[in-house]
């Protein structure tokens, strides 16, 4: 069976700091990866999507990076930590185009 | 911007009620699909819906898709409290891209 890991589970870091933020999937191959942003009480905003190794598509600008580096591995990163890069990030994967969504566990950021 | 929204923003009914939520949505799409949070976890699937079809059944829930008005809505029957959650519609619009709506905070009281 498929299952996606996300780390850390919370994370607290200084304004200005760097940002790395790992989501890996196990048990397929050639996944589309997402990552995701949700503020409080809020919907969830996409921020990468990607269809294959060194293919990143970005939604929306920000202070935010995602590579892939292997087929199922996608890190997202961030050179200088913002306020308002605090959150919660969800990795998602779906087993191909136009199908379901499977998220991880999620990882917390308080910037502070 | 291409998210949707669901209404109501809050929901709370006693146990065995029946719960509806309603999403709408701006563009042309796919297929939607609803989704679970439990507080504070990551999101689970529960049941996708093709542009071409207009209702579809996973036990208890029922999804109906309309769209001509841009709109669905997710019906839970005999609700429990276990379903006390946060229910989201995503809508795909590219195959790739998924937008989600802001959510239906739903209270099952024993």
């Known amino acids: 069976s498929q299952t996606i890991h996300q780390w850390p589970a919370t994370l607290v870091q200084p304004v200005g700091s760097p940002l790395s933020l790992e989501c890996t999937v196990e048990?397929?191959?050639?996944?589309?990866l997402y990552w995701y942003r949700q503020a409080a009480g809020r919907g969830l905003q996409l921020l990468f999507y990607?269809?294959?190794?060194?293919?990143i598509s970005s939604e929306v600008p920000q202070n935010l990076s995602a590579s892939r580096p292997q087929d199922r591995q996608f890190i997202l990163s961030s050179k200088k930590l913002l306020l308002s890069d605090s959150g919660f990030y969800l990795c998602?994967?779906?087993?191909?185009?136009?199908?379901?969504?499977?998220f991880g566990p999620g990882t917390r950021l308080l910037v502070l | 911007s291409q998210q949707g929204e669901e209404d109501p923003q809050a929901l709370s009914i006693q146990e065995g009620e029946n719960a509806t939520m309603n999403c709408s949505y701006k563009?042309?799409?796919?297929?939607l699909q609803w989704y679970r949070q439990n507080s504070g976890r990551g999101l689970v699937h529960l049941i996708l819906?093709?542009?071409?079809?207009r209702e579809k059944h996973s036990g208890r829930l029922r999804v109906t898709l309309d769209t001509s008005k841009k709109s669905s809505s997710l019906l839970i029957t005999a609700s429990r409290a276990a379903d006390t959650a946060s229910y989201f519609c995503a809508t795909d619009v590219t195959g790739n891209q998924f937008y989600f709506g802001t959510g239906t905070s739903l209270t099952v009281i024993p």
């Open positions: 819906i093709r542009s071409n079809e």
């Open positions: 998602a994967w779906s087993p191909l185009s136009r199908g379901a969504q499977y």
């Open positions: 990607s269809v294959g190794i060194g293919q």
């Open positions: 048990g397929t191959s050639n996944p589309n």
């Open positions: 563009t042309s799409i796919n297929n």
